[in-house]
């Protein structure tokens, strides 16, 4: 009797494990399947919180930052802007990288920049390079401010990549506090050299771009 009935209980529980089972996989799949569909939505979302704009009309110049893997996208822009009649200047910064070779040489990537920018209509006289070197977007900026102030610019306006343009932003207007330098950003649109913001997690260059602009962002709030 004793057996009969740890059997009959046996075969009660079974159902219900087996219910409770299933119930947690529909859960699992559910969440996995909201996700999925989730998860395009979330990372355009934070490809964008890197992305700004703040207008600025009438600038002296327009000053490009560094980016030895962007330097086409970023001085077309540059171009773009300066043929619009947005400031009669360009600025450019030196960071040291040199590029491969060109048949003669292995130049800097702010002359591969100057040579780009005057290919798509700049005069060279209207092209100024900062002195130093940059060794970061702070450092770069802090020269920035020197370059302007030595000329006596008053409105800069930034050219850089558009996920890096919230930390450029950040950065010149932390350089130039106190200095009466008024700063703008208008940043190339991705999709040049640089991944859609729809699709920068399917990539290993989307990952590096964005995801470690975020740890930047984090890094430079908290050191400077």
């Known amino acids: 009797m004793a057996t009969e009935r740890i059997a009959s209980r046996t075969i009660r529980r079974t159902p219900v494990r087996a219910k409770r089972k299933a119930a947690a996989t ?26 700004v704009k703040a207008d600025l009309p009438g600038a ?6 560094s980016g030895s893997g962007t330097y086409v996208e970023r001085a077309s822009w540059a171009a773009r802007l300066f043929r619009e009649g947005r400031a009669p200047m360009i600025v450019l910064t030196d960071d040291g990288l040199i ?28 092209i100024q390079v900062a002195q130093g070197q940059a060794t970061g977007t ?15 610019y008053k409105r800069l306006l930034i050219v850089t990549s558009a996920y890096h343009s919230r ?3 950040w950065s010149l ?38 995801f470690l602009e975020y740890l930047k962002l984090i890094y430079y709030r908290i050191n400077y």
């Open 26 to 51: 529909r859960r699992v799949l559910i969440g996995v399947a909201i996700l999925l569909i989730a998860s395009p939505i979330i990372a355009w979302g934070a490809a964008h919180m890197l992305i």
């Open 60 to 65: 002296d110049a327009i000053v490009v930052f």
């Open 99 to 126: 590029s491969g070779w060109d048949g003669q040489r292995n130049p800097y990537f702010y002359e591969l920049m100057t040579r780009r920018l005057v290919q798509e209509g700049v005069p060279a006289d209207r």
């Open 138 to 152: 702070y450092t770069e900026s802090l020269l920035l401010r020197e370059h302007a102030v030595t000329h006596n």
């Open 167 to 169: 930390r450029a932003l």
């Open 173 to 210: 207007r932390r350089a130039c506090e106190g200095s009466g330098i008024q700063i703008g950003i208008d940043a190339a649109p991705p999709g040049w050299q640089t991944p859609e913001a729809s699709l920068w997690w399917t990539s290993s260059l989307g990952w590096k771009t964005v």
